[in-house]
């Protein structure tokens, strides 16, 4: 029976790989087989990281210092990783900054931001990456989107998340269409909100505000769930594998929610 998740002789590279929901990806591609390599902007954290996956697969993993809304560095790091590492032909783009602030307050500039962390990079990385996927006649490109460029909150300071979302996702669709008859599928997955770092101070802000603990707002924003908890990041790992792997090779251009059901009653 074919393996429909196996990753082995594939070369992959994960953009935001030295932390959160990155990092565990990387770990699961490398045991599904795959060579890994990682990128971000600090070479401590990618340096870490590395370690700390070395340690729990067992496997080596390269590592590139770059900033994904640097386009120059991009297509250096595309030229470098596929003559150090053979064609990448799985790209995971899952960096990405949010910044909440209330409409009437928010900095226009601080707006461009995240729309250039959390869109234009993954034009920028799937322009360079995907020249060698189209030479290889075949790539997988997987981006790190959010239940939020589907539904908005209720609640002020996410004008710039949740439009950054939108787009990401309508730019999903725009790659896949235009790389599909090159072999290359290009997905994305909406996680619901997690428990990463980046959401720790948002977290104790929320908290604060409803004059309870961090673990008791955490409890009840997953009580109102379908599947009555909060997700953690392993909980959107086999989705990205299913997206890199042979089980999903005539899905393309689709967005899929490891959201506990949100996007089902929300």
Known sequence: MKNYFDLTGRNAMI???????????????????????????????LKAACEELKAAT?????????????????????????????????????????????????????????????????LITAKHFGKYMKEAGYGKIVNVSSVRGKIATRGPGNAAYCSSKGAEDMLTKVLAAEFGPYGITVNAFGPNIMKTPMMTKVFEMRAKEA???????????????????????????????FLAAPASDFLTGNILYPDGGLTAVG
Request: hydrophobic fraction near 40%; charge should be negative; aromatic fraction near 8%.
């Open 15 to 45: 953009f935001g790989g030295a932390g959160g929901l990155g990092k565990l990806i990387a770990q699961a591609y490398a045991e599904a087989g795959a060579n890994v390599a990682i990128a971000s902007r600090g070479e401590e954290k």
């Open 58 to 122: 067992g496997k080596e993993f390269r590592y590139y210092v770059c900033d994904a809304t640097d386009e120059a560095g991009v297509e250096a790091v595309a030229k470098q990783a596929n003559e150090d590492m053979g064609p990448v032909t799985i790209l995971v783009n899952s960096q990405g900054i949010n910044k909440k602030v209330p409409v009437f307050d928010f900095p226009i500039e601080e707006f461009n931001n995240v729309m250039n962390a959390n869109v234009t990079s993954i």
């Open 211 to 241: 004059n309870v603990t961090v673990e008791e707002y955490l409890r009840q924003q997953g009580a109102s769930l379908p599947l009555r908890r909060m997700s953690d990041p392993d909980d959107c790992v086999g989705t990205a594998l």
